[in-house]
């Protein structure tokens, strides 16, 4: 079996993908942490069964925009989850 790693997931482009990605993430016992950027996460029907599906696999999502009723990650925070991961993804 694989050995764990850390990994960090930026949603950039498709946060719902990324969402997805990093829940499924979690099977293989990674350490997975998700960071959506860019603009605000849609409140979409699927959106919402993603971060349902986020929970159920522990991760909490973070995001680089202020009042998404998210954790707030800043750009030094985010340039030390980049440096001290073992893997970087970004959708």
């Known amino acids: 079996m694989a050995t764990a790693r850390s990994i960090v997931v930026l949603g950039r482009r498709d946060h719902t993908e990324a969402m997805r990605v990093a ?3 979690t099977i293989f016992g990674h350490t997975v942490r998700l960071v ?3 603009g605000p996460v ?3 029907a699927e959106n919402m069964l993603q971060a349902e ?4 696999a522990g991760v909490t999502p973070e995001t680089t925009i202020p009042g998404q009723g998210l954790a707030v990650v800043d750009g030094a ?3 030390a989850a980049l440096a001290g991961a ?3 993804l970004s959708l």
């Open 42 to 44: 849609a409140e979409t």
């Open 53 to 56: 599906t986020l929970e159920l």
């Open 86 to 88: 073992s893997a970087i």
């Open 77 to 79: 925070a985010l340039a």
């Open 36 to 38: 959506l950027m860019t």
């Open 23 to 25: 829940a499924g993430l």
